[in-house]
């Protein structure tokens, strides 16, 4: 009897992992090159070997790490054969040659390794766009003659200008993709702008967190919505925008966002633009935690950095400690809190659903600070205006007049959905405002409801 034919696994790349640590790195507590090798397992790489590091006050400008150890770690790669050696820390054209030279194998440093990450993970067109950009922007300065042609028009009529050599033909090349992709992002960008200016009468929430704290999961929870979620890191690339019912039947828009890291390659940040559009714009933002790592401070200030980098302006109000069963000394949680005074705290666990309650009463308390309390009378017989005011409104109270014609409503609403009604509203339906919202819109909402 024959077998089946089995499909073969290609084997995993072995790679050595060493790094430099320089005087404004943050400590990791999984222990040196924790991050780099969890990032090689994402990329589906296996780490091999204890792994080098060297403390150095400043990188040495030809090989990045000093000539000793440079020699130890030809050594090992003569010991353990392996494919590559991943260093965890971002190198110069110049530093990449001279190590491949002194080791003799692949030398990926910790951008590469990301944006191969990213490039596995993109889904979109978006996605896929914004990962090629960053690799073409990060391969620009890295091309050499032998560098295999990046198209095979190589030497055509009407490739090459007199005497142009392969790499200015390789640079004028990748320039050009370069161009044409931003090209390509701008337009989208311009789309997204349009999406999210379309929503601007809705409350918009953003997710933002380190990579793999959860916020997928939570989403999910939240929403209810089967959005992928797995525990590793960068499992979302792309923007999620899906419809958050509070308990009081109000709907806001809850948005999932691509994971921040630390020393993240800012070309990586730049290229993503488009896909944090909703970050930008978002009316609430809730910075996710994973309160049960290790190193939580140091990776809640590295998305206060990129955030800062986005906009001066984006400052998480709710902070969401998750995970929190997972973690196995509460006292450490206030700690993290040391200058945040001014942002509230939710434990929540997004896996298991303890806490939410308290989450989403500090959600609607933000939503209330920010709407109207208004009084309106529908007509009985308007049903779409008395759904419109039902689902859209945190109702206070309802009754209806003596001659039983006339629904009288007092409810708070947003400074959106209060536009709403007053567009959709007919002659016969009465709108009164008793009470402004507590907390003034933000400046980007006042800018969209600016006339043109």
Known sequence: MSREP???????????????????????????LSEARA????????????????????PHPATLMGKGKVEEIAELVKALEPDGVLVDNDLTP?????????WGVRVIDRSELILDIFSNRAKTTQASLQVEL????????????????????????????????????DRRLLDKRIADIKGKL????????????????????????????????????????????ADMPFATLDTRTRQWILPDRRVVLLSDTVGFLQRLPHHLVASFHATLEETIHADLLLHVVDASHPDAA???????????????????????????????????????????????????????????????????????????????????TDGRIVALVRSNGAILSESMDEAQTRLHFRLRLSQGALGILR????????????????TPPSSDALEEQRPF
């Open 6 to 32: 089995q499909p073969t696994r290609s084997p995993l790349e072995r790679f050595l992992v060493c790094g430099v640590i320089l005087p404004d790195f943050p400590p990791e507590f999984d222990g040196e």
């Open 39 to 58: 990032l090689a397992a994402a990329a589906g790489a296996k780490a091999v070997g204890a792994g080098i590091v060297q403390r150095r006050s400043r």
């Open 94 to 102: 110049a530093q990449g040659r001279n190590l491949e030279k002194a």
């Open 134 to 169: 960053a690799q073409n922007e990060y391969l620009l300065p890295r091309l050499r003659r032998m560098w295999t042609h990046l198209e095979r028009m190589e030497g055509a009529i009407g490739t090459r200008g007199p005497g142009e050599t392969q790499l200015e033909t």
């Open 186 to 229: 701008a337009g989208i960008e311009r789309r997204k702008q349009r999406e999210v200016r379309s929503r601007a009468e809705e409350f918009k929430i953003g997710l933002v967190g380190y990579t793999n704290a959860g916020k997928s999961t939570l989403l999910n929870r939240l929403t209810g919505s089967e959005e992928f979620a």
């Open 298 to 380: 140091h990776q809640m200030a590295a998305v206060e950095e990129v955030l800062g980098e986005i906009s001066p302006h984006l400052e998480p109000e709710i902070l969401v400690f998750n995970k929190i069963d997972r973690v196995e000394d509460p006292l450490k949680l206030h700690l993290l809190l040391e200058g945040r005074d001014h942002v509230d705290v939710a434990h929540v666990s997004a896996h298991t659903g303890d806490g939410l309650e308290r989450l989403t009463q500090l959600v609607i308390a933000r939503l209330d600070a920010r709407a109207s309390t208004v009084a309106v009378r529908v007509p009985v």
């Open 423 to 438: 567009r959709e509203a007919g002659p016969g339906v009465e709108i009164e405002l008793i009470e402004g919202p507590r």
